[in-house]
Structure formats: C-alpha cells, structure tokens
C-alpha cells in the first residue's frame, strides 16, 4: 500500500480533492476507460491516491493501486535519465556526434522530398542531445506522413519480434533516411530507442540490466521493467482503444462527442509483455505501477535522489528540465503538428521531457519549468518544482488523443493545492 499523508499537511484540500475523485469515476461511469488511477504528491510526501474502475470489463478485477500497465513513452524519461547517469560517469559529452559511437549512422543522409532515393548528406552530424531532444531528424513508422516512416514499417521497426536485438535494429534503423537535418525540426520519434542503445554502448551492459541494477532496484520500483514480473501476471490489465474512431488516424476523425465505448487490443493473458522482447525499446518497453513510476517522479522532483540514493546531481536534473530547442522556441515553433504527448504552444523541450514555457500561451494552470510526459495508452506525469508537486495517471486506452484526460486532470490537482 502507498503511504498516503492528510492532504491538509501538504497544502492540498480534502474537500477539494473529491473533485478529482469524482472527475476519475465519472471517466468509467461515462464510459470512457475501464479503470484509472491518479497519485498526487506534495512537498515530499504522497497527499492523495485514487482510483476507480476495472482492470477488465469482462472480469471485473478492481483497478488498483497496483495495477501493472504498459508504460510506453513514460519510458522515455528513465531511459534518459539512465544516459545522464551515464554522462556524469564520464562516458560521452551531450555534443559528440552519434556516430562516434554508433558507427552505422556516420553514412545515414536526409530526404528531401518524393521518392524516398531523393537525399542529400547530412550538413551537420546528429548529435548526442539531438536525440534527447527529439531534434534528431528521425521519425516513427506510425506517423504515416511520408516514405520514410513507410520504410521504417516495411523494415519492421515498429514491430517486436522482427529483429534481434537492439543492435541490429539500430543498424537497420541507420540505413533509412531522415527526414529533416539534425537540429532544425522537432519531430516525435524512435530517438530514445537509439539512446537506449547508447546506453549499452556507454555501459557495457544490456539496456534491461543497467536499468535494473542502476534505477529500479536502487528505488525500489520492483514491479518495472522489459516484461510483467513472475507472479505479477494477473495484475496486468487489459488495453482498450475505443470503439468508434479505433486507431490514431481514425480518432481524429471523429467529433469528441461522438467517441464512445471501449473494445479490447490486448487481454492479459495474450500480451507481448509476458515475456521478455528481443528488441529491447527505450522509447516504449517499459511496464509498471503508480507506486514504481511514482518513486522515479519524486526521485527527480527531490533533484536526482531518494531515500538517500541518488541517481544525478540536481545540476544535471536543472539542466534535464531546461528547454534545449533552439532560441528558447517552444514545440509549435519548429515542430510537426500531427502527434505527441503533450501540447505545442507555449511547451519546449528539454533532455527527455517536455517544459512548460508560458502557461499563458498554452491555454493551461501550470508553472513555468513544470516538466512532464505521457504515454501511447493515455497515462501522463508531471512535475512541477514550482510548487513542489508530482502527479502520476495511469490508465489503458489508446490512443492518447481519444480524449483530453490530461487537460482535465490538471483542472482537478491544481485547484486542489490551497496553500
């Protein structure tokens, strides 16, 4: 069980919290998600856990506490963090070029347009913080946009199971074009899955072992990891996506009003995550539970250590949380405007999360420098040192866009806080 402190303690309202109670059961009795769960922390200590609905329709298991969900690009941010890690180990600087240690992309050009053989070569080489940044000039095969992400689907980069290991799926990922120069675009994309790579590289060791024995062990997130835990099957719940509009694509299409009903992707018992994957994804492999991703969150927020361990210096965690897009411009400015976990306007990005610039043109209740990231199946955290807060919301729809769960959610934590 979470250790949950008296809301009042923290500056948060109890009466005021019911608004987030109900918020979350009004999501399952309206049938939005099956189950969710939402974790609010303050001032280092937990002031509120809750949640609502079921793990499965079908069988009516309680979404609980201890829910393991696939985490997706909530992934991201760990694998970052383990890079940084190995940054202050001495092991690369933040401007080496990424082929200095990832030979395969010394040779990778840009596409400029049409048929996927109309290239150029790369006018300034890919960087280390490039792909931290997202700046990269990589993409995803789900983007659908143009030949190259078509590339990345025919190669089966988005595919577990096609390739090896990681390794071979970086060397084949460095033989498709990019779609922009290094630097001169934001654009969401498989770069944290070549970080992850880097970090087998820098470490000498597999990217599952060094998050194991350097994060999740340390902390104590016992129940995160490449796959669901021995024992810890029957608490892995099932992944919806809903039943008119299904798909990323298609979810767009459809008025929010008209977006109903749930339709199950993946049952427990069938799921990918019940063993461990050869290609191990930075960007998305990862399951786990509120009280494990809570523990990373408040790990960051306390500026790189818990419990007397620390992961970085709260200088490196300073310089993670600040916006690293050139000439301070925010997402809208440089980025593409078709998907992400998070808004545009008036959010940059740092190394591995995203930043919030001016909450005035944002359109949100935010702080300056509160930083966060969400995942595929519609969870989200952020972190606000402004006001010493975390928040974690887990959840399993997909895709992320069905609803605006994480604009609302926000609504609900803020107007809680009183103090």
């Keep these: 069980?979470?250790?949950?402190?008296?809301?009042?303690?923290?500056?948060?309202?109890?009466?005021?919290?019911?608004?987030?109670?109900?918020?979350?059961?009004?999501?399952?009795?309206?049938?939005?998600?099956?189950?969710?769960?939402?974790?609010?922390?303050?001032?280092?200590?937990?002031?509120?856990?809750?949640?609502?609905?079921?793990?499965?329709?079908?069988?009516?298991?309680?979404?609980?506490?201890?829910?393991?969900?696939?985490?997706?690009?909530?992934?991201?941010?760990i694998v970052t963090v383990a890079a940084m890690m190995l940054y202050e180990d001495g092991c690369f600087q933040l401007d080496d070029p990424v082929s200095k240690y990832l030979p395969e992309f010394s040779e990778t050009p840009v596409w400029v347009g049409g048929e996927i053989s109309n290239v150029v070569p790369i006018s300034s080489p890919m960087l280390v913080w490039h792909i931290m940044s997202?700046?990269?000039?990589?993409?995803?095969?789900?983007?659908?946009?143009?030949?190259?992400?078509?590339?990345?689907?025919?190669?089966?980069?988005?595919?577990?199971?096609?390739?090896?290991?990681?390794?071979?799926?970086?060397?084949?990922?460095?033989?498709?074009?990019?779609?922009?120069?290094?630097?001169?675009?934001?654009?969401?994309?498989?770069?944290?899955?070549?970080?992850?790579?880097?970090?087998?590289?820098?470490?000498?060791?597999?990217?599952?072992?060094?998050?194991?024995?350097?994060?999740?062990?340390?902390?104590?997130m016992v129940d995160t990891g490449f796959m669901v835990k021995p024992g810890a099957e029957e608490r892995l719940v099932t992944l919806y996506e809903p039943e008119v509009g299904a798909g990323l694509g298609g979810i767009n299409q459809v008025p929010l009003e008209q977006r109903r009903g749930l339709k199950v992707l993946e049952k427990p018992e069938k799921s990918t995550y019940l063993a461990m994957p050869k290609v191990l994804s930075g960007g998305g492999g990862l399951v786990s539970t509120l009280a494990d991703y809570s523990r990373f969150c408040q790990a960051m927020l306390n500026g790189g250590e818990l419990d007397n361990f620390r992961l970085l210096s709260p200088i490196t965690v300073r310089h993670m949380r600040t916006n690293h897009l050139p000439d301070g411009k925010d997402m809208a400015q440089m980025g593409q405007p078709v998907w992400s976990e998070t808004s545009y306007d008036g959010i940059g990005?740092?190394?591995?999360?995203?930043?919030?610039?001016?909450?005035?043109k944002a359109a949100i209740v935010a702080s300056p420098g509160e930083?966060?990231?969400?995942?595929?199946?519609?969870?989200?955290?952020?972190?606000?040192?402004?006001?010493?807060?975390?928040?974690?919301?887990?959840?399993?729809?997909?895709?992320?866009?069905?609803?605006?769960?994480?604009?609302?959610?926000?609504?609900?934590?803020?107007?809680?806080?009183?103090?």
């Design 349 to 360: 990005f740092g190394l591995g999360f995203a930043v919030v610039l001016d909450p005035i």
């Design 134 to 220: 997202h700046t990269s000039g990589l993409t995803y095969g789900f983007m659908q946009q143009n030949v190259v992400d078509a590339r990345y689907r025919t190669v089966g980069l988005d595919r577990r199971g096609a390739h090896a290991n990681l390794a071979e799926w970086t060397q084949a990922l460095a033989g498709i074009p990019l779609i922009c120069q290094p630097g001169s675009q934001w654009n969401y994309s498989v770069s944290t899955d070549v970080l992850g790579r880097l970090v087998e590289v820098w470490s000498g060791m597999s990217l599952d072992q060094f998050l194991e024995e350097r994060i999740f062990a340390p902390l104590g």
């Design 1 to 77: 069980m979470i250790e949950v402190t008296t809301p009042e303690r923290l500056g948060l309202s109890s009466v005021r919290l019911l608004k987030l109670t109900d918020w979350l059961d009004q999501q399952v009795s309206r049938g939005r998600l099956a189950g969710a769960s939402v974790l609010v922390g303050r001032r280092g200590k937990v002031g509120y856990v809750g949640t609502a609905g079921v793990t499965d329709l079908e069988s009516g298991d309680p979404f609980s506490e201890n829910a393991v969900v696939r985490a997706y690009s909530m992934t991201k941010p």
């Design 371 to 419: 930083h966060h990231w969400g995942g595929a199946a519609s969870t989200f955290f952020w972190l606000d040192p402004l006001e010493d807060l975390w928040v974690v919301f887990l959840t399993q729809l997909l895709p992320s866009s069905t609803y605006p769960l994480r604009r609302e959610l926000r609504v609900r934590v803020y107007q809680s806080i009183i103090d």
